[in-house]
């Protein structure tokens, strides 16, 4: 394991912003961040979702999912394992399986009207929707105020994106309570009335006192001294200062 791992320094003021958004004491209920490879929006992600865990924070890697369901499988899984009966989901995602099983072509060949095959896809649609509201409708049911942590949409496929963008970002604004915080190269640009309540930033790049900060946390004290050359070097890019530190052997005595 590197000396690394389990580390957060700084982003105090995104932090404190998304503690405010979490317990609805701000007009917004979802935060997004948007920034270059290694900015550190998975870790910030990560610090929210471990935060928030005891009140109900559910984290998706959307990098390693390809079915629109399966994100929704994701976050039911989590539910569980928090002892949050998803039964309702679960009957529901059945019948999707169901008549996922039957093909295009099967149903051109019991009846070959092409309106009969889009009617499918239509049923699987109302069925999509069908389960995620019978997720939502649990995870959402007072007292609970689920916390939602969304990374990497740019990796998302263009039906992903667009699902995601149209369908369960709007559905999961839509419900009072439920606070969202998702990262990305690129963010979507949600439509009225969940712009207003979306904010977007950029997540900068760590200042010096930061790195010392960094470095006075792991403990290394044969760098004390040097951020400002580390810094310098690395640009400030949180993945690139981890990477640096990854590689690190203090000198023994120096502890």
């Given at each position: 394991m590197s000396s690394t791992d389990h580390v957060h320094v700084d982003r105090a003021a995104q932090l404190a912003?998304?503690?405010?958004?979490?317990?609805?004491t701000r007009d917004r209920q979802a935060l997004f961040y948007e920034g270059p490879a290694d900015i550190g929006k998975t870790s910030l992600?990560?610090?929210?979702?471990?935060?928030?865990?005891?009140?109900?924070s559910y984290y998706v890697d959307l990098g390693r999912i390809v079915e629109k369901n399966d994100v929704l499988a994701h976050i039911a899984r989590q539910a569980r394992r928090q002892e949050i009966p998803v039964d309702a989901f679960q009957t529901v995602r059945d019948r999707l399986a169901q008549a996922g099983s039957l093909s295009v072509n099967d149903m051109r060949?019991?009846?070959?009207?092409?309106?009969m095959v889009?009617?499918?896809?239509k049923d699987r649609k109302l069925q999509l929707d069908a389960m995620s509201d019978a997720l939502l409708d649990t995870l959402t049911a007072p007292p609970r105020q689920p916390v939602i942590c969304l990374d990497g949409f740019?990796?998302?496929e263009a039906p992903?994106?667009?699902w995601l963008s149209d369908d369960l970002l709007p559905d999961l604004l839509s419900r009072r309570g439920t606070s969202v915080f998702l990262a990305g190269r690129q963010v979507p640009r949600l439509g009225r009335?969940?712009?207003?309540?979306?904010r977007t930033m950029a997540l900068p790049p760590f200042d010096v006192a930061t790195v010392e900060e960094w470095i006075s946390t792991l403990g290394f004290d044969s760098l004390k001294g040097e951020g400002a050359r580390i810094h310098t070097h690395h640009g400030g890019v949180?993945?690139?200062?981890?990477?640096?530190?990854?590689?690190?052997?203090?000198?023994?005595?120096?502890?």
């Open positions: 912003d998304a503690a405010r958004v979490a317990a609805g992600l990560l610090e929210i979702h471990r935060r928030h865990a005891t009140a109900g060949a019991r009846n070959s009207s092409i309106t889009v009617n499918v896809f740019e990796q998302c992903m994106r667009d009335p969940y712009a207003a309540l979306t949180p993945g690139l200062i981890r990477e640096f530190f990854d590689l690190h052997a203090e000198p023994s005595g120096t502890r």
